[in-house]
């Protein structure tokens, strides 16, 4: 047993234990990997589906199918995930009360193998619907994933670790992107006739969660605070911790499970009830909804024509495309590394500076790309750059927050709210954005521009630093800000109380 020099506790733990490091890969694995396969596998064979729903057509009826006909049902294909992921996010959060966090997630499994087996059977059958039910089917999936893998990793991690266990959310969303796009390439699974087992590849990862997450822990919060089971929670404490850590981590949740007795989980609309959890409530808006407007979407539009200009030839296109996923995970590794020595804030607020400053760079290179050869090169610099800065702060951070901003008994309602808010702001990207680039064009950016200052300030000062702190004393600081607003606004009313000989003063406080 290693001993701090205070005395006889034991030190800090620095790494994960491998039990803890096997449960974050077999949640992840059929969790937001999966998500981040759906986002990308779809992407790569485009023209195959199209060209297939153009011949089942033709088949069917004899004639050519109208081209606004096959734009509007490609579209569904691909929007009709984020309307499965919005049901998701909506149920996410029930299902983790009724069916534990691990229980949820092995559950959630079977939506992703009926969806892949329903789109590789697609071609064969030569039912073009079945592409729709399945990427509804994925989306339900993804949407079931993102709300209870950060609700699991949150609630397993050692206090001092939460950051870095907490970034395995998007550490494998970057990796499923990173693969997706990957097994698309020619030379693997892009080739045209292949795509029915491209798109069937997406069961693969649930069927090894299937395998392996089993064999790890239900989340020792669930255990103690939601099923009362005590010897259940400090076994799993013990898996997770080790023999020399789980004491400590048991106190704290002793305390938390004393402030919560007698409360029930509170429903959502609940949480809008609470006067004392409304900053924490409009940091779950803010964030949210930041993190999907602020212009990462834009970038993956642009990337295309500025890697044309760099003069990378159209068939080599892909590649680079896989440089900008690998770019990703690579960054969102390093903010594992980096979030419980620096700190959240310090992350995403840096983040979004920098992000606000690749807005006004790449906006300057696209207006002048024709002044200069090495304009183009700029641009190309900046989509890199923004890539890393989403990467290192909003990409990683956000999830991480959704986590800590709440207690055992508020958490699965504020994660059905981040995945509403989460999910609508993904949806408006996709239908707004199309008509921001065709108004703008490269002034765009300038939108984004004012989401990153916005969301960078906001943040800098109304969020307060989460690391190193237990969920308890996360909320006591959000109510001890509360009640200095109070006593503020009591200040402020008495003194123009006195000032006025005694007259009645209506006065608001926030």
């Not at 699991?152 to 970057?174: C, D, M, N």
């Not at 698309?184 to 969660?209: I, V, Y």
């Not at 999910?423 to 521009?449: A, D, E, H, N, R």
């Not at 606004?489 to 008495?494: F, K, L, R, V």
């Amino acid at each position: 047993m290693t001993l701090n020099q205070a005395g006889g506790a034991p030190a800090e733990r620095k790494f994960p234990n491998r039990s803890l490091v096997f449960a974050v890969c077999a949640a992840g694995i059929g969790g937001t990997f999966q998500y981040g396969l759906n986002v990308s596998v779809i992407n790569g064979p485009s023209q195959a589906v199209q060209t297939f729903i153009n011949h089942t057509w033709l088949e069917r009826y004899q004639a050519t199918i109208p081209g606004h006909t096959l734009t509007l049902l490609w579209s569904t294909i691909v929007s009709i995930f984020t309307l499965g992921g919005l049901l998701g996010g909506c149920i996410g959060g029930t299902l983790s009360v009724k069916l534990g966090r691990k229980g949820s997630l092995l559950a959630n499994n079977g939506f992703a193998i009926v969806a892949a087996l329903l789109m590789g059977l697609s071609s064969p059958t030569g039912l073009f619907e079945l592409l729709i039910v399945g990427r509804f089917l994925s989306g339900l999936n993804a949407g079931i994933a993102l709300c209870v893998q950060p609700l699991y990793l949150g609630e397993i991690a050692p206090t001092a670790l939460r950051g870095s266990i907490s970034i395995g959310t998007v550490v494998f969303i970057t990796g499923g992107i990173l693969t997706g796009q990957l097994l698309g390439l020619k030379e693997l699974l892009g080739d045209e006739g292949l795509w029915p087992l491209l798109l069937a590849t997406t069961c693969l990862p649930a069927l090894l969660q299937l395998l392996a997450l089993p064999f790890c822990p239900e989340s020792p919060r669930f255990l103690l605070m939601d099923r009362g089971d005590e010897e259940a929670c400090e076994e799993a404490l013990k898996r997770f911790n080790g023999l020399d850590h789980f004491e400590k981590e048991r106190e704290d949740m002793e305390s938390e499970r004393i402030l919560a007795l007698g409360v029930q989980t509170l429903k959502p609309w609940e949480l809008f009830e609470d006067r004392s959890l409304r900053w924490q409530l409009l940091t779950v808006f803010v964030i949210n909804s930041a993190q999907q407007l602020n212009g990462i979407n834009a970038i993956y539009f642009y990337a295309d024509s500025v890697f044309r200009q760099c003069g990378i030839a159209a068939d080599k296109i892909p590649y680079a495309t896989v440089g900008t996923g690998a770019c990703e995970c690579i960054t969102a590794l390093t903010c594992g590394l980096l979030i419980d020595r620096l700190g959240r804030r310090v992350l995403i607020v840096g983040g979004y500076f920098l992000m606000s400053v690749c807005c006004v760079g790449f906006t300057l290179s696209l207006t002048y790309q024709d002044a200069s050869p090495a304009l183009p090169y700029v641009s190309m610099a900046c989509i890199f750059a923004f890539i890393l800065s989403f990467g290192l702060g909003p990409g990683g951070v956000t999830n991480i927050l959704n986590t800590e901003l709440f207690t055992q008994t508020t958490r699965p309602a504020a994660y059905i709210i981040s995945g509403v808010v989460s999910w609508l702001s993904f949806f408006t990207v996709g239908m707004v954005f199309p008509f921001i680039v065709t108004g703008l064009q490269q002034y765009s950016f300038l939108v984004f521009l004012v989401v990153c200052i916005g969301a960078g300030a906001y943040i800098l000062f109304v969020v307060p630093e989460t690391k190193g702190k237990t969920f308890l004393e996360i909320h006591q600081e959000f109510q001890m800000g509360e009640e200095k607003e109070k006593s503020g606004g009591e200040t402020i009313a008495s003194t123009l109380y006195e000032h006025t000989g005694g007259e009645t003063i209506a006065s608001t406080t926030l």
